[in-house]
């Protein structure tokens, strides 16, 4: 980093020591290069100036200039707010500050010309502007922004001390009006001319004084092109590195055990979907390179059946197996599938859950040691540090989003070398997300599902019409259907829930009485060996309807359920109705998911509601999630700072996004140790990206 750029913040002109120490806190801004990066969240045109006259309570941000009046403070302490007004030649408008009145008092003038900028409102029949930008129009540095104007997040305790955006406009503008002001292109000439991107120091200035909009999404394109390159090159630095490190166990054989289950035990023909990624998987462990693949296929596209033939290939070569379930119910169902599957073949398979006996778990044990298990099933009781393998060649990890990196890597370590991992997710994860989060991971896509489906029919009800839907629940159970209900689980309010539950529950068994009806209840709170009976008698098809928490959610495969309830559905996220909806439409039936709902509902939930009616795709529905919640709320990325991006928009930037990692891709196989000349600029800011793992730190 140049010296300019690392100057320590309180050097700028204007900030000094005491507002350095909260800008330091407060948005992490220590050096003239960290309050370069800190970009503006918007622009905004306030090239039109309206007038007072023409203000509408609908109108989105808007500017009018006029003299400021009548500054006093209103209401008692508590519910104190401080009132202006503002007039021009057709009006007056009142200005009204409920924060900050020490300060907003100090620095504006009664009688004097302002720009005000912001949202109208209505207010007692009156048009008001809460907290509005206050400019003074004579202001050289306003008035040279005046056309697009770059708006900076600040905190609170920043704008109480009189820091606003305005102020840091000003900052920025200082900063980068110095003779000083150099930035290091880190980018080669040769992706600069490739991909037509601004030089480093352009972009930087433009990001945040842009002349107009076109060079602004230039500016904006060049630096996400920037930054999501860097984050790229790790992670596939990390793919390299281990495909170095280590070597795979090489599956050569692929013999009599897997063709023998491919033509003679396989229930149904495999999508080509299927086929596709089963190639895909033979293609690496034939290579004997480790493979770290991750397989996303929405609900029902038929994963297990690809785990299955995948560990075959693995015992087909002397190796044993496993795979990991996040439930104990979904452990349990994939036990019973692939037993049933593989009665007629010489492959031994067990079970291990938390609740399998002591005595049952030595035997287990016993028999992976002495290499007799081919395939161990199971939940975390897997990765207990009991359990060893003689020789573990595969393992799926089945539904991914329940497990952490940590327990993958415990995976691993199960052995004297990496075995082959297949991660299995029925969350699909927009393409940006994969790239970032898995970006390490190579991946497969399992997007068709098995012939013969009839795609999920999805309707939204309110309470209001629930007997119409108990008279349809009656009508599918007479065709010999079964339904499930389910209602939400919301941690903070659990014991809630779980009356809703109950009392669901009991008014379900009043509307359909035994002995004509049977109804199952299933959640948390039951001990595993009643769930497993309550589970069984539905799937074994003895009752009717099944009243669940979400504890049904993940995996569970009753081909003869045509009907899913979900109560309260405006509380579930999307991935989970997506999820829960996955749970029927897996027999020949048309299949059904009833959404109940209040008639009151956030915006937000109406968008659920919403896109779930309107698509059965979890690939859509997961792209409609992340622009719904951001990338930090999904399951899984809360914890991985590699997010924490500083002008990527993962919701947004697909296409930047994927140009970037195939030009980070052809970098590590043309140059991976970026020895060529053109490639300088690159290697030095990789050297330091690897170090500080923060972009925006760099220059
Ligand atoms: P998921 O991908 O959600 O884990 P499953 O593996 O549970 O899906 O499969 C869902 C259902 O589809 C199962 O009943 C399975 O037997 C069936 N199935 C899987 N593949 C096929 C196929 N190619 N043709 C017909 N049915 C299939
Ligand atoms: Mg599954």
Request: net charge positive; hydrophobic share 40%; with cysteine.
């Amino acid at each position: 980093m140049n010296a300019y750029l690392s100057t320590p913040i309180e050097y700028l002109k204007g900030i000094g020591p005491a507002k350095a120490e909260l800008l330091k806190k407060e948005i992490q801004v220590f050096t003239f290069n960290d309050l370069l990066f800190h970009f503006p969240y918007r622009h905004i045109d306030r090239s039109k100036v309206y007038k007072i006259r023409d203000l509408r309570p609908d109108m989105p941000y808007v500017q009018v200039k006029g003299v400021l009046s009548n500054l006093r403070t209103l209401g008692t302490k508590g519910g104190q707010r401080l009132v202006a007004e503002l007039r021009d030649d057709t009006g007056v408008l009142e200005l009204v500050w409920f924060q900050g009145h020490k300060w907003i008092k100090e620095s504006l003038k009664s009688n004097q010309v302002y720009l005000v900028f912001g949202k109208p409102n209505e207010f007692n029949g009156t048009i008001n502007i809460v907290h509005p930008n206050m400019d003074d129009p004579e202001d050289a540095a306003i008035k040279k922004y005046l056309h697009i104007m770059p708006m900076y997040n600040c905190t609170e305790k920043m704008k109480a001390r009189g820091i606003d955006s305005k102020t840091i406009m000003k900052w920025i503008n200082t900063l980068i009006l110095n003779p000083q002001f150099e930035v290091t292109e880190c980018l080669s000439m040769e992706l600069l001319l490739e991909h037509k991107l601004m030089n480093r120091k352009a972009a930087l200035q433009t990001v945040h004084f842009p002349t107009n909009l076109e060079q602004l999404a230039q500016a904006e394109f060049r630096l996400k092109f920037e930054e999501f390159f860097f984050i790229q090159l790790k992670l596939l630095r990390y793919k390299v590195k281990r495909h170095q490190l280590f070597n795979g166990i090489k599956l050569e054989k692929i013999g009599d055990l897997f063709q023998n289950f491919y033509h003679h035990h396989l229930p149904f023909e495999l999508t080509n979907a299927q086929k596709r990624v089963i190639k895909e998987v033979r293609v690496d462990v034939k290579k004997g390179i480790q493979m770290n693949r991750l397989v996303q296929g929405d609900v029902g596209s038929g994963k297990t059946v690809v785990a299955l033939m995948c560990m075959l290939m693995a015992i087909e070569n002397g190796y044993q197996t496993c795979m990991m379930a996040p439930t104990e119910i979904l452990a349990t169902q994939h036990f019973q599938t692939i037993s049933e599957l593989l009665k007629e073949l010489p492959v031994t398979v067990k079970l291990l859950t938390g609740s399998t006996p002591i005595k049952e778990k030595r035997v287990v044990y016993e028999m992976l040691e002495n290499g007799e298990l081919n395939i161990l099933i199971g939940t975390h009781a897997l990765i207990e540090t009991k359990v060893s393998f003689k020789n573990l060649g595969m393992a799926i990890v089945d539904e991914q989003h329940r497990f952490g990196v940590e327990q993958r890597a415990k995976l691993w370590q199960k052995n004297k070398y990496p075995p082959h991992v297949l991660v299995m997710t029925a969350t699909p994860i927009p393409r940006t997300l994969a790239m970032t989060l898995y970006g390490d991971l190579d991946t497969s896509i399992i997007d068709e599902l098995p012939a013969g489906r009839k795609p999920i029919q999805t309707l939204l009800r309110y309470d209001g019409s629930r007997l119409a839907v108990f008279g349809f629940i009656r009508n599918e159970i007479k065709k010999g259907r079964q339904i499930y209900i389910v209602y939400p689980l919301i941690e903070e309010s659990e014991k809630m829930d779980y009356k809703n539950l109950v009392e669901g529950y009991e008014s379900i068994c009043r509307e359909f009485p035994e002995p004509n009806y049977q109804v199952s209840i299933l959640h948390g709170r039951l001990k595993p060996k009643e769930k497993e009976h309550e589970m069984g008698r539905f799937i074994r098809g003895e009752t009717n309807i099944m009243v669940a928490t979400t504890v049904i959610e993940v995996g569970v495969n009753v081909p003869n359920a045509s009907v899913m309830i979900i109560e309260s559905a405006q509380k579930f996220g999307l991935s989970q109705l997506h999820q829960l909806r996955g749970r029927v439409g897996r027999g020949a039936d048309q299949s059904y998911c009833i959404l109940m709902s209040d008639v009151k509902q956030s915006a937000e939930a109406k968008t659920r509601l919403k896109t779930m009616v309107e698509t059965n795709d979890g690939f859509k529905i997961a792209e409609a999630d992340l622009k719904l919640r951001g990338p930090g709320e999904l399951e899984g990325t809360a914890q991985s700072g590699i997010l924490d991006l500083k002008i990527g928009d993962l919701s947004k930037d697909t296409q930047i996004l994927s140009l970037a990692r195939n030009a980070a891709q052809l970098l590590l196989e043309t140059d991976p140790e970026m020895k060529l000349d053109v490639n300088k600029p690159l290697a030095q800011f990789d050297a330091i990206y690897r170090k500080t793992a923060k972009w925006g730190r760099i220059s």
